[in-house]
């Protein structure tokens, strides 16, 4: 299965973007969800959400942010509101259920004036 990450960008801090996460086939029942993570840094939980919709999301980014996922078009989103500078980073998608584990790419979004 490849993931494929798209929309990120530059933005001024307080603008919005929306990632996508488009597999190269349906996954229904996975779990998934949107990683990010700065240089030298460990790679963190955005948000996430199983295979019936149930959402979590780190504290960071909870009311700024909604995860939600299309599984007839395989593809999984991530709307960000009222971006932030410490928002800045590159964003991954993965898609997991019992041994299979799936990471895309990454795509960059950086926040900045």
């Known amino acids: 299965v490849q993931l494929v990450e798209s929309g990120g960008g530059l933005v001024q801090p307080g603008e919005s973007l929306r990632l996508s996460c488009t597999a190269s086939r349906i996954l229904r029942g996975y779990f998934m969800g949107w990683y990010r993570q700065i240089p030298g840094k460990q790679r963190d939980v955005v948000a996430q959400i199983d295979g019936v919709g149930n959402t979590r999301y780190d504290d960071s980014v909870k009311g700024r942010v909604a995860i939600s996922r299309d599984d007839a078009e395989a593809t999984m989103y991530l709307q960000m509101n009222d971006l932030k500078p410490e928002d800045t980073a590159v964003y991954y998608c993965?898609?997991?259920?019992?041994?299979?584990?799936?990471w895309g790419q990454g795509t960059q979004v950086t926040v900045s004036t």
């Open positions: 993965r898609a997991h259920l019992l041994t299979e584990d799936f």
